[in-house]
């Protein structure tokens, strides 16, 4: 009987290990896959915004003022998120409990 239980202790061990692995994989492969498509979106939003600046500045034939333009449109994403940081905080901690709770 008592081989029997350390047998089960061994395999739920086990178990509980394969497990943890597989989150961990999983989760690098995600951050990894994730980290990527964040440099590659802020390369395509760098040089976007540069080309959008360009053109505004170029219909109000001063370059000048197509930056400050969208500059402050990024001023005012900024404060958008600034004043729904606690919202997004408490929403990223959940998804991130919920999939590790899988």
């Known amino acids: ?4 239980l350390k047998e089960y202790i061994n395999k ?3 178990l509980a290990r394969l497990e943890l692995i597989e ?6 492969g995600i951050i990894t896959f994730i ?4 440099i590659v979106f802020a390369f395509f939003i760098i040089l976007f915004n540069f080309g959008i600046a360009f053109l505004i500045g170029q219909a109000l034939d001063n370059f000048s003022y197509g930056f400050l333009i969208v500059a402050g449109f990024y001023l005012l994403i900024m404060i958008i998120v600034l004043s729904m940081r ?3 905080i408490k ?3 959940n ?3 919920n999939f590790l709770n899988r």
């Open 12 to 14: 739920r061990i086990d």
């Open 35 to 38: 980290m990527t498509m964040v």
């Open 23 to 28: 989150k961990s994989s999983l989760s690098t």
């Open 86 to 88: 606690k919202k997004i």
């Open 91 to 93: 929403t990223v901690a």
């Open 95 to 97: 998804n991130v409990l």
């Open 1 to 4: 009987m008592i081989d029997l």
